[in-house]
C-alpha cells in the first residue's frame, strides 16, 4: 500500500484495534432475545455462533468454521465434508430461481467450499399446515432437477408439520454429504501475504432479485437471482491452480462478511479495489435507491477464492473459462496487516475499512 | 393361527386386501392441502412421502425407506449412515426431557437402528425473533449434554431467524452421519415367517408426557418422555444375536405404524399379542382417558427388533441385561400372511386389523 492509504487509515485502525482484540479474544454474547440481525450472517450471527453455540459443541472441524466440516472415517483413509443448511427464503419464488433450487444449491456448494465432490443430499421439510399441495408440489420438483444437474441424490428426509400460523408455508433443510478429494486443504488459515482475491462474478444479484420480489419493487431493469451450483466451477479452478489457499461462497452478509470471516481466521489483511468488483448497474442501481453496500448483498452462485500470485493468472483464466465464472476478477489481494481487517481502496485514491454486515437490512434471502 | 381367529379375520381381510394392493400399486397423493395428519407419521406421511417425495427424488436408498439411507463412499469400501429429522414439539421443554436432547437421540437412533455407530451430527436452528437467549442457551446446553453422552460430535451448524409469529419459538434439524458395522445389513426386506417381533420396553411414554404437558392436564402418576440414546442397547443386541433381520425405534405414529411399515416392504403379516406390549398403567390410563390406543403413540427411547427365532432367546436376554431394555418382551411373530398386514391377537381371544396412524391426534410431539 502507499504511504497516503496508510496514513488515511490510521485512526479507524486505532479504533477497530480493540475491537477486534475484545472479539478475537472471546465473543461474549450480550443480547437478551433472538433478533432479526441473528439471522443475518453478519456480526450479529458471528456473536451468536462464536459466543453461544462453538463453545457448546468444541471440537476441531466445527471451530474450523469452513462452509462444511471436513472428518475422517474409515481409519483416517478417506475425508468426508458434511454441511447443514436451513432455508426460510421469503417469497418461495423469486426471480431466477426458488427455494428449492436454492436448497439444493447452498449445501452443494458448501460441499465444494472445502474441496470435496457432493454426493448425497437430505432434505427436511417444516410445512405449515394449509399450505397447498401444488406449492410443495413445485418446490421438490425444482429440488429434484437442481439435485439431478448437481449429481446428487436425495437419500434421505423427513417432513414435519405444524399449525397455521406457527411456521411460514415451508421452511427447508438440506445437509450434504460430499468426499474431499485426495490432497486438497482448503482452509482459510492457509491464507499468506501476497495471495491474489479472485471473485468469480458480479455481486448481489441474489440479495437483491428477492429484496426486489418480496416489497414488490418495480425496477426497470429485472434483476435475476444467481442461484447455481459451483462444484463444477470449483473442480475447473482446483485443476488450474492446486494450491488455491481457501474457498467462500459469499452468501449471507456478502463479500465483505466472506473476506472479514477469512481475516480473522487467518490472521491477515486483505485490501480489496472497489473498482474491480463486478456489480451489474441494476444492482448497484438498486443498492443506491435502498442505501445498501453490494459488497453486504448475498450471492448464492458466486465463489471467492484466495490463491498464491504464481497461480492467479491459471486460477482467472479457469475460472473465466467456465460459464459461471464469465465475470470473474482479481478483486484484491492478502496483505500481512491491518491484521484481522478488511480495507476498500475507493476509486478516488481514499480507502475505508470494509466491515461485515450489521444489523440485517435484507431479512430472509435464503 | 387358531382357525377360529382366522375366521374372525375373514371380512376385515377381504376389506383390507383392495386397499393394501391400490396402496402398493401406487400411492396416490389426492389432498389439495397440508394437513397436521401429514406430520404425524402415520398414513397421511406416507402418502405424502410415497405419492410426492419418494417418486421425485428416485434412487436406491431412498426408496428402502428406512431410518437412515445407507450409502457407499471411497469405492465401496466403507457404507456410511445418513439421516435427517427436523423437531417442532411443543411445548420445548417436557417431563424427561426437551426438544434439543430429543433431537439428538432422534438423529442418533435412527443412525442405530440401521445398524451404524453414530459419529457426526449437524444442527440446524430456525428461530423466531424474541426467543429468549437464555432459553436456546438452556436446549443448546441439553443438546451438548445429549451428544457428549451419545458419543458423537457436532460438527456443522446453522442458523437461520424468520420474523416474530413466523415459526414457533425454535425448530431444529438434526442430521447425522454414522458408519455401519461390517456386516451388518439392517432391512425390513430381510424380515422372514417365522421371526420373532420384540420390544425393548413400555410403549407410549414419550408421546404422552408430552400430550399432558402442552395440554397441562393433571395426572397422578407422572408421565416422563423415554428419550434416550439407543446405540448401545442395539450394540448389545447385535453381538448376541447377529442376525438380527431389522431394526426400527418407533417414533411418530407409534408401534402400530412401524410394523404396519415393515409388513409392507416385506411382503409378510405380523401378529401381536396385546397381552405381551408392556405399557405402565398412567399411560394405559391417559391413553383411555383421550380414547387412544398406546400402540400409536409415539416413543424416544425404544426399539422394535425382528429376529430370527434361534435367536430370539438371545436377543431378549441381550436387550433385557441392558437398562434401556430391562422391560424388553417378545410381543409377536411374523406370518406369512395376511400379507401387508399386523394382526392384533386380543386377551379375550379375539383378534382385530392394527393399522397404521390415522389422523393425528397428538401433534408436535417431536
Given amino acids: 500500500m502507499t504511504a497516503r492509504i496508510e496514513e488515511s487509515l490510521a485512526r479507524q485502525v486505532e479504533r477497530m484495534e480493540r475491537a477486534r482484540l475484545a472479539r478475537r479474544t472471546r465473543f461474549v454474547l450480550r443480547d437478551e432475545h433472538v433478533t432479526l440481525s441473528h439471522g443475518s450472517g453478519g456480526k450479529a450471527t458471528h456473536n451468536l455462533v462464536e459466543g453461544l453455540l ?33 432455508y426460510v427464503v421469503s417469497p418461495l419464488f423469486f426471480p431466477g430461481g426458488d427455494i428449492g433450487r436454492l436448497a439444493v444449491h447452498g449445501t452443494v456448494n458448501d460441499l465444494a467450499m472445502v474441496g470435496a465432490v457432493p454426493r448425497y443430499l437430505s432434505v427436511g421439510l417444516i410445512l405449515e399446515e394449509g399450505l397447498a399441495i401444488a406449492t410443495l408440489r413445485r418446490v421438490v420438483d425444482s429440488m429434484r432437477d437442481a439435485a439431478i444437474t448437481a449429481g446428487v441424490q436425495v437419500v434421505t428426509g423427513d417432513t414435519k408439520v405444524v399449525p397455521r400460523g406457527k411456521a411460514d408455508l415451508l421452511f427447508i ?77 459469499p452468501t449471507r452478509g456478502g463479500v465483505a462478511t466472506s473476506l472479514n470471516e477469512i481475516v ?103
Same sequence: chains 1, 2.
Fill in 173 to 249: 433443510n438440506t445437509s450434504g454429504v460430499g468426499v474431499v478429494r485426495d490432497g486438497a486443504s482448503l482452509s482459510a488459515r492457509n491464507v499468506r501475504p501476497g495471495d491474489r482475491v479472485l471473485l468469480s462474478g458480479h455481486v448481489g444479484d441474489h440479495g437483491m432479485a428477492v429484496m426486489l420480489a418480496r416489497e414488490a419493487l418495480e425496477l426497470e431493469a429485472e434483476i435475476l437471482s444467481d442461484t447455481a451450483p459451483l462444484h463444477a466451477l470449483v473442480a475447473a479452478l482446483l485443476a488450474a491452480a492446486p494450491h488455491t489457499r481457501c474457498l467462500r461462497d
Fill in 264 to 366: 480473522q481466521h487467518a490472521g491477515v489483511g486483505i485490501a480489496v479495489d472497489e473498482d474491480r468488483v463486478p456489480v451489474r448497474p441494476a444492482v448497484r442501481g438498486a443498492c443506491e435507491i435502498l442505501g445498501l453496500d453490494p459488497l453486504h448483498i448475498a450471492n448464492e452462485g458466486k465463489l471467492l477464492a484466495i490463491v498464491p500470485p504464481e497461480e492467479a493468472d491459471l486460477a482467472l483464466a479457469a475460472l473465466r473459462n467456465h460459464p459461471l465464472g464469465a465475470a470473474a476478477e482479481t478483486i484484491g489481494e492478502v496483505l500481512a496487516e491491518p491484521e484481522g481487517m478488511v480495507v476498500l481502496r475507493t476509486g478516488v485514491g481514499g480507502s475505508r475499512v470494509l466491515d461485515m454486515l450489521v444489523g440485517d437490512p435484507l431479512p430472509r434471502i435464503c
Fill in 54 to 86: 462453538v463453545p457448546a459443541f468444541a471440537n476441531a472441524a466445527l471451530e474450523a468454521q469452513e462452509d462444511a466440516a471436513v472428518v475422517a472415517t474409515n481409519g483416517d483413509r478417506e475425508r468426508l465434508a458434511f454441511t447443514t443448511d436451513s
